[in-house]
Nanobody, 125 residues
Framework: VQLQASGGGLVQAGGSLRLSCAASGRIISINVMGWYRQAPGKQRELVADITNGGSTNYGDSVNGRFTISRDNAKNTVYLQMNSLEPVDTAVYYC????????????????????WGQGTLVTVSS
């Protein structure tokens, strides 16, 4: 199972970006998908996550500005970021947890805590 994130870049304050993260592999289902971010010199923090049933959870610093969604058929999670501020500058990492996937003929396994490679978001003032 691999996660591939895309959509980062440079944007002016007040602007918008949309991140995408696609999971690939012999996936049957994914329980939770989401995004963390890490700014220089700071700890990684939760941005938002979403269950396969559509329940969402947001970090306090982004609530109301960011919207997370997912397409279960495509094993893809999206993060729509609006009203971006310079403090949102960070490397954004997608993750997926509790993935049911095939490991052989008729055999399946749950895997936990998969991370994408990170995509840089830079917000200029």
């Amino acid at each position: 199972v691999q996660l591939q994130a895309s959509g980062g870049g440079l944007v002016q304050a007040g602007g918008s970006l949309r991140l995408s993260c696609a999971a690939s592999g012999r996936i049957i289902s994914i329980n939770v998908m989401g995004w963390y971010r890490q700014a220089p010199g700071k700890q990684r923090e939760l941005v938002a996550d979403i269950t396969n049933g559509g329940s969402t959870n947001y970090g306090d610093s982004v609530n109301g500005r960011f919207t997370i969604s997912r397409d279960n058929a495509k094993n893809t999670v999206y993060l729509q970021m609006n009203s971006l501020e310079p403090v949102d500058t960070a490397v954004y990492y997608c993750y997926a947890d509790r993935i049911l996937h095939q490991i052989g003929e008729g055999r399946t396994r749950y895997g936990y805590a998969y991370w994408g490679q990170g995509t840089l978001v830079t917000v200029s003032s």
